[in-house]
Structure formats: structure tokens, C-alpha cells
């Protein structure tokens, strides 16, 4: 029962920073605040761990998912440095949202992450097979779980209040806030054809009357 | 604050006035209507009390009209003699519906913001168009201005209202519109110009709504608004309700009541000297309004207060401070004298630092309008293609 909460934990956890990764932000923090502390807290109280003990589990699977995330934002730049040439800026502005996300989230320091405008120096460019030399170059302490959980909350705090959505729209690109006003029409007409087929609607309105 | 149709400039008087050919290839405009002789692209804001419509050509982009209409639908009453209304109409809008209300069955389309009346709206939105376009051969393409977290059947009813007298339609939320429109780009470059956008709070206190949006740089998300249906309407039926129990023997009509409010309005300490002149029984009798007035409106400020410190805190913290700076009222209830004064008081009692109101201005009932047109003409082809209605 412990391992099922705790393989569930990890899960949900993994699947949180899968659906930040793909732009998916509610979906994101509806898993983070709804569903997990509900199964950290089932797994706690299962587990015949001391709290201590408890608490170095937790931070070794965060910093564990952290460092498959870290992988993929390697993964990224090294996309990005292959790919430049032919998605130019615009790929780059969406790397370096998802980096920063990546970051902001794991409250690591997003003064590395290079802007979309900035150059790629060349030296950042990696042979095959070579490990990368990040690593090694500014070691960050790990966040305790204690600070991580904290960390999200605040984060998911300054979210909700800012209500920057993952793919905030300037205010002054008008074409993409008529585009997402049409596409949100188009959804929510989609949603209130669906669930009215005509004979439903009117029984309904003859049980109401 | 006059219920007068502030036409500025003047109307096109004949349909070649704005019949103008959509010939100018760099013009804003569709491949589907090529063949068309004109295109037209209009910004709508369609309000509980007055509505504002500006339109310009897309062709030479040329002002067409740039005019507010009380949102009024008189139907005539049957059997009227012939001659009483002008032309023998069946119906009047706007200020002739007012002018003429003693032969005709007002209707007002909208109540608290949204439309009540699907029929009488799409027959104004029609006056509206006829104001446009007078020979009605034009293809317009409007964005339309809806209030903020409107639900689905309020949106789906503008569209009804605006199905088949416009081409094409964009329904996009007010409060964004309002402070596109309050924004003046000609000065963005200005040092001492505080750009709204940037970082406010707009409050826009309607007739039916009050609607709050902060504004940070980004398109607002339904989260960053807030609607509360306390508004210029609560006014009215308060000072209604104030006026009946001081003077029992006198009826006042709720528009009267209106006027009054438009002419008098004030919040703070009593005001008195508000004298109006009402028939009591056919005779005229002057009575004093001023405390009922000030009771009316001190109930509106206490009630944007309270729901201006639930809105507070849904800005970023760490840009409370500048926000603060930055509160703009618009709408018909920006123009109640001493409303940014005393609400800066009760920030500033409450315990905010440095709070500070401004009024957007006279012009508040344009600025949806003028930001409906602007996202209009921004508007790509294939946006209005896929807007049709």
C-alpha cells in the first residue's frame, strides 16, 4: 500500500512537471495542489519511516525528477543549438520560456538561462558523446523538500494571483488575443453543442415548468 | 453627463456619403469581398444605458461615424394617430425614442450589462448599422464589446443580436477594450504619460455593472476581472426608493430620477441647494434632493470599495505599490463629483499607501468603442473569416 502511494507520488509529480513542460499550467497546479498532497500524506501516514527519514525520501525523488527535467532542458539546448538556423527566434523564445519555467519552478537561478535575443556562443556547442561541462561549473545546494514544497506553493500562489497564464499574451498583440478570443468561442461552442441533443433539452424544460 | 447623442463629427447624410469603393490594395481587406463596393470596419460598444458605435472604411480608412445612442427601442402604441411620430415609424431608437416616450412602449434591450431582450437589441443594433451605412449595401466587420466573465448565453445572445446585420463579429471583453481605447499611443514616447497598460486597476462603474480588470501588460484573463452588479442602476433605485419615502406625494419616473442622478450626483459629506421642480398633482412644487442624492451614491463608493479591496490582492505583490498609483475610473459612475477623492480616503484610511484615482475622462463612453475599432482594424482577414455571423 506504502510503495503504491509513494509510486503514485512520483507519478503525479513527473506527470505535473510533464504538463508545466508542454504548456499545460492548470493541469499543472490541479495536480499539484489537488492531487498530491493527498497522496504524500496517504504515503506518510503508511509509511513506518521516522519524519526525518520521510523527508530525505521526498527530497531524493524531487531531486530526482528534477534531474530528469534538467536532462530534457540539456536536451533543449542542445535542440536549440541545432536547430537555429532554421526556427531562428522564434524557437528560441519558446526554450527559454520553458527553461525559465523549468527553473522558476525548482527555484533554481534563472540568471544562467540565456535570453531568446542573445547570441549562442559558439563554446556552448557540444561534441557528440561528450558529457556536458554544466554540471561541474557552479554547484547549486539542493532545495530541502520542506523548502521545494514552499517553493511551489509560492509559486503556484504568484500564479494564480498574476494570472500569467503559461502562454501569457501581450496586451499589445492584438492578432493573437483575437485568436485566442476565437478559439474560445470556438471551444465553448463546441462544449454547449455537445451536451444538448434537442429531445434531452426539451423534456428537461418541460420537467422545470 | 447628458443622455444628448453626442454625433461626432456629423453622420453621413446620403449613402454615397459613405459608400466609398474598397478599391486601396493595402487597405484592410478580404479576399471574399473583392466584388463588394464598400467594407466598413465598426467598433460596438453596446451598454445598458447608452451605446457607442465607431466605424471607419477599411479602404481609405476614412472616420464613418464616431456616435453614442441611448439604448432605447420605442414601439409605437397601436392606433396612434398618423402625424404624432416622425415618419408614422412603428418603432424609434435612441434619443427619438426618448423624445417621443409619451406615444411609444420603451424597451430597454439590456439590463445589468447583458441583453434581456434579444428582438429589441437586434432591432437597435440594426438602427446602428442604418446610422453606418445608410444604403446598407456595405460589408461590416465589427468587434463587439461584451462584459467581463460574461456567460455563455449573454455572449451567445449578442450574437444573436448582431446575427445578420453584421457580416462578421468578434466579441471580446470590455474592460480590455476600455483601457485600449483610454490609451493614447500618440504620446507613448512622452515621459511624463503614464501608460495604462502597464500597471493599473480600471474600475468601470456602468449602469448595469461594475466591472474591475487589472492590467498589467497583458491581455486580461478572466481571473484578472471582477463584475459586480452594483451600479449606476442601484443608484437610480435607491435615489427612487430615497425621493418616494421624503415625498410621498409626488411620482417621479425613473428617468427623471436618472437625470437628476446625472446632474447632482456627488458622494462625501450631505450637499444640499438640489432643488427640482416636480408636479404634485399637476402642480408645480420645487423639493430638495440633495441628501437623498448623496445617500444614493455614498451606497455606490461603499460598495466599489469594498469590492476594490477583494481586487487588490489578485495583483502580484510586488506590484501593489505601483498599481496603487495607478486606479482609473471610467463608465457613467466615474463622473460623480468627488468619487476619486473619497475613494483615495477610504484606500488611504483602510491603510494603502499612496493610493491614487484618476478619472479616465469625458470621453469615458467612447473608450470601448475606440478600442473595439482599434482591435478591429487589427484584425487579420481570416480572423473575420472565421468570426462570421
Redesign the interface.
Known amino acids: 500500500m506504502t510503495n503504491n502511494h509513494w509510486e503514485n507520488a512520483r507519478k503525479l509529480f513527473r506527470e505535473a512537471c510533464f504538463l508545466r513542460s508542454m504548456g499545460d499550467e492548470k493541469g499543472a497546479i490541479g495536480i499539484l495542489s489537488k492531487d498530491m498532497p493527498g497522496t504524500i500524506s496517504s504515503w506518510m501516514a503508511d509509511s513506518k519511516l521516522t519524519a526525518g527519514e520521510k523527508k530525505e525520501r521526498l527530497q531524493e525523488m524531487f531531486q530526482e525528477e528534477m534531474r530528469k527535467v534538467d536532462e530534457s532542458v540539456e536536451l533543449c539546448e542542445l535542440m536549440l543549438n541545432r536547430f537555429e538556423e532554421t526556427f531562428s527566434l522564434q524557437i528560441r523564445s519558446i526554450l527559454y520560456d520553458f527553461q525559465l519555467l523549468i527553473y522558476e519552478v525548482f527555484g533554481l537561478d534563472t540568471s544562467s538561462v540565456r535570453t531568446p535575443s542573445e547570441p549562442i556562443a559558439p563554446a556552448r556547442k557540444r561534441t557528440k558523446g561528450k558529457a556536458p561541462s554544466k554540471k561541474t561549473a557552479v554547484p547549486i545546494p539542493p532545495p530541502s523538500a520542506e523548502e521545494m514544497a514552499d517553493r511551489l506553493r509560492k509559486f503556484k500562489e504568484t500564479r494564480l494571483r498574476t494570472n500569467k497564464e503559461w502562454q501569457s499574451i501581450l496586451f499589445n498583440d492584438i492578432e493573437k488575443i483575437i485568436d485566442s478570443v476565437l478559439d474560445k468561442e470556438a471551444q465553448s461552442r463546441t462544449k454547449t453543442t455537445k451536451p444538448k441533443p434537442k429531445t434531452k433539452r426539451k423534456s428537461t424544460r418541460a420537467k422545470s415548468s | 453627463m447628458s443622455s444628448e447623442e453626442l454625433t461626432q463629427p456629423e453622420l453621413p447624410s446620403t449613402p454615397d456619403a459613405v459608400d466609398v469603393p474598397a478599391e486601396t490594395e493595402n487597405a484592410v481587406t478580404e479576399p471574399a469581398v473583392g466584388d463588394q463596393s464598400n467594407y466598413i470596419i465598426v467598433g460596438l460598444d453596446l451598454g445598458t444605458n447608452t451605446s457607442c458605435i465607431q466605424a471607419v472604411d477599411a479602404a481609405t480608412g476614412n472616420e464613418v461615424c464616431n456616435t453614442v445612442v441611448p439604448t432605447i427601442v420605442g414601439y409605437a402604441d397601436r392606433g396612434i394617430l398618423a402625424g404624432i411620430l416622425p415618419d408614422d415609424s412603428a418603432e424609434l431608437f435612441g434619443t427619438e425614442a426618448l423624445r417621443n416616450e409619451l406615444h411609444l412602449r420603451i424597451s430597454r434591450p439590456l439590463k445589468n450589462g447583458v441583453i434581456e431582450d434579444v428582438d429589441a437589441a437586434a432591432k437597435f443594433v440594426k438602427h446602428l448599422r442604418d446610422i453606418v451605412d445608410p444604403g446598407g449595401k456595405a460589408t461590416i466587420h465589427a468587434v463587439v464589446g461584451i462584459p467581463s466573465n460574461t456567460d455563455?448565453e449573454a455572449?451567445?445572445n449578442v450574437q444573436k443580436a448582431v446575427s445578420g446585420i453584421f457580416d462578421s463579429a468578434?466579441?471580446?471583453p470590455e474592460p480590455?477594450l476600455a483601457a485600449?481605447g483610454f490609451r493614447d499611443e500618440s504620446r507613448l514616447k512622452d515621459p511624463e504619460y503614464v501608460d495604462p497598460?502597464k500597471n493599473s486597476l480600471f474600475i468601470d462603474i456602468g449602469a448595469g455593472t461594475t466591472d474591475y480588470c487589472i492590467?498589467?501588460?497583458?491581455?486580461?484573463?478572466p481571473?484578472?476581472q471582477l463584475s459586480m452588479p452594483i451600479a449606476g442602476e442601484n443608484v437610480d433605485e435607491q435615489l427612487e426608493k430615497g425621493l418616494a419615502e421624503a415625498y410621498p406625494d409626488t411620482r417621479i419616473s425613473l428617468n427623471k430620477v436618472r437625470e437628476y442622478k446625472e446632474k447632482y450626483s456627488y458622494v462625501g459629506e450631505p450637499q444640499y441647494g438640489m432643488k427640482v421642480r416636480v408636479p404634485v398633482g399637476g402642480k408645480p412644487r420645487t423639493i430638495e434632493i440633495g441628501k437623498q442624492i448623496g445617500e444614493a451614491c455614498n451606497m455606490l463608493l461603499e460598495n466599489v470599495f469594498q469590492s476594490l479591496e477583494k481586487v487588490i490582492?489578485?495583483?502580484?505583490?510586488d506590484s501593489v505599490f505601483e498599481l496603487l498609483q495607478n486606479i482609473i475610473l471610467t463608465g457613467g459612475g466615474s463622473m460623480i463629483e468627488n468619487l476619486p477623492e473619497e475613494l483615495q480616503r477610504l484606500l488611504l484610511e483602510s491603510g494603502y499607501e499612496n493610493p491614487r484615482v484618476l478619472v479616465a475622462g469625458q470621453d469615458f463612453k467612447t473608450f470601448v468603442a475606440n478600442g473595439a475599432l482599434?482591435?478591429a482594424q487589427?484584425?487579420?482577414p481570416e480572423?473575420w473569416a472565421?468570426?462570421k455571423v
Do not use: C, H, W
Request: no cysteine; aromatic share 12%; proline share 10%.
Open positions: 455563455e455572449k451567445d468578434i466579441l471580446v480590455f485600449y497598460v492590467i498589467q501588460g497583458y491581455f486580461p484573463t481571473e484578472d490582492p489578485m495583483a502580484r505583490p482599434k482591435v487589427a484584425a487579420r480572423q472565421n468570426s
